[in-house]
């Protein structure tokens, strides 16, 4: 499946979704198993989309915070 397919897919899978539908598919797939990624990397596309370069900067500041403050995993010896 070529990635069109996939960014198609899952917007046909979510689009008829309420906001709190879409609300409780995100907060389901964030943190659980890495096979939802894909589908919260097509979502996070279309709000980026829709976003003023102000929320976009915000987002980013917001990831850059979260990235900092995380510690690095440890090295296999």
């Known amino acids: 499946m ?7 897919a899952i917007a046909m899978r979510v689009h008829a979704m309420s906001g709190e539908q879409l609300f409780e598919v995100i ?6 198993d890495e096979k939802t990624l894909p589908g919260l990397g097509v979502l996070f596309e279309m709000i980026w989309q829709e976003s003023s370069a102000e929320a976009q900067h915000q987002m980013v500041e917001c990831l850059h915070r979260r990235l900092a403050s995380m510690p690095l995993p440890s090295q296999p010896k």
């Open 27 to 32: 907060e389901d797939s964030v943190g659980n």
């Open 2 to 8: 070529n990635n069109f397919d996939l960014r198609q």
